[in-house]
């Protein structure tokens, strides 16, 4: 396999590494969170269970056999950002110098942006996941442009993507399992003679076996909290409140939660409070019928449905961050609630971690940078915008790149009853792909003007 690699590519990659890792020297060892902490302990105790998926708790383990420390976790994330950056800086490059200078302006922007940079060392399933939806976007651009006629290299890695983005986070197979649909129709009608139309589907069955045997392994405990329950209850607690549901029926939910406590508690993107509040055992024998009472209450109340869907799914729309949402996770305290081993940022009580704290802080209290620099809603219109601008301009449909990320969005605003900006990071990164083709199609455009200028 010959890599092209140039000193440009060279320079991307060490550009974009060396600035993510000063920032994890600052920040050491990483930014955690309870989901960080949890992992952790259970890679201590060897008691494994599914909260998260274990693939990612399993890397993890393997990262720390490395070297015992959570930094190594923030390191690894930073190696494989700026290896897919790279990556995409290469594919989409021209011997233009100042198609160069965007790319290392932009990759100025993406390592100075706060949300990049402390994500990238932020100890969460969520990171890694985005990187790899980042890599399956690239990757349909790499088959689009082909025509639908790949490698058998690129059949690899796009099977590898997808298996990985299936086992990293559990919202991650339903996209999988889509584009790999949608993946295998488009090879099938296009290229059938070099049977990658069965290759694909073979390779992600063998890796998604292969994956899930680590948890026969490891004697994974199956989580006990149910991931409809939230989203059930959070759901007909608004009904509650607009008083939809008829008195029979509110025993029913009477039996499973205090009523009243459903209706204090009730928030629209965070559900932790509601389901604290149910008795889980007797939501196991009343599961049916609640799930009925939510289909029941939409077809009664369907001002209610769209009411919920809208105020539940701001965090995907809505680029003004509404006050009343819950979800803004950009903090370098990494103290957790009921942890005994809390960490302290090695560097608290240096200068230079005080002084990029303050200026974290700062813009995070200013509405207009909060939008600019961490909100994925924004980053999305944005998308959109640069789309148009490619198949206007360019007659380049690049929906095919954004697929992926639009899959993920319609999958979180329907299964997550928690909303929060980690889900939908990948806005910003695809974001970030589709300038770097617009950066390249402009650079072409151009090349082809000076050739026709020299022949006139």
Request: one cysteine or more.
């Amino acid at each position: 396999m010959k890599i092209n690699l140039k000193k440009r590519d060279i320079f991307i990659f060490f550009l974009t590494f060396s600035i993510l890792t000063i920032y994890l020297f600052i920040f050491a060892p990483g930014i955690l969170t309870y989901d960080s902490y949890n992992q952790l302990q259970q890679i201590n105790s060897f008691n494994f269970n599914s909260w998260h998926p274990f693939f990612h708790t399993f890397i993890e383990m393997l990262l720390l056999k490395i070297w015992n420390n959570p930094s190594i976790i923030g390191l690894f994330q930073i190696i494989i950002f700026s290896l897919i950056w790279t990556s995409i800086c290469h594919y989409n490059k021209k011997e233009d110098n100042r198609n160069f200078i965007l790319q290392v302006i932009l990759t100025l922007f993406i390592c100075f942006n706060p949300i990049n940079f402390l994500y990238a060392i932020t100890l969460w399933k969520d990171i890694l996941f985005s990187y790899i939806l980042l890599v399956v976007c690239f990757l349909s651009q790499k088959v689009m442009e082909k025509d639908f006629k790949c490698s058998l290299r690129d059949c690899i890695f796009l099977s590898l993507a997808l298996v990985i983005l299936s086992k990293i986070r559990y919202n991650g197979m339903y996209i999988a399992l889509i584009l790999l649909i949608i993946f295998v129709i488009f090879l099938y009608k296009k290229d059938r003679k070099s049977k990658m139309f069965l290759k694909l589907p073979f390779i992600y069955i063998i890796g998604i076996f292969f994956i899930s045997s680590l948890n026969l392994v490891y004697n994974v405990v199956e989580n006990e909290k149910s991931a409809v329950e939230p989203k059930v209850m959070q759901y007909l607690s608004l009904h509650l409140i607009e008083n939809n549901i008829s008195k029979n029926d509110r025993k029913v939910i009477q039996e499973v939660a205090n009523i009243n406590s459903l209706k204090k508690t009730y928030h629209p993107t965070f559900s932790d409070n509601t389901y604290s509040k149910v008795d889980h055992k007797k939501y196991k024998k009343y599961e049916k019928k609640l799930i009925s009472y939510c289909f029941k209450y939409s077809i009664k109340a369907p001002k209610t449905f769209i009411k919920f869907v809208f105020d539940s799914t701001s965090f995907i729309w809505n680029p003004t961050f509404p006050k009343n949402t819950i979800g803004l996770i950009l903090s370098t305290d990494i103290s957790s609630v009921n942890n005994k081993d809390n960490l302290v940022p090695y560097n608290i009580n240096k200068r230079y971690y005080q002084v990029i704290n303050n200026k974290i802080n700062l813009t995070l209290n200013n509405n207009l940078l909060k939008i600019i620099l961490y909100n994925p809603a924004f980053y999305m219109y944005l998308s959109f915008i640069i789309m148009l601008i490619l198949w206007k301009k360019f007659r380049y449909n690049s929906f095919f790149i954004m697929l992926p990320n639009l899959l993920n969005l319609l999958i979180v605003a329907i299964s997550n009853p928690i909303h929060d900006v980690r889900y939908i990071y990948p806005n910003i990164l695809v974001f970030y792909l589709l300038c770097v083709i617009l950066a390249c199609k402009e650079a072409k455009c151009n090349e082809r003007k000076d050739v026709k200028n020299i022949s006139k």
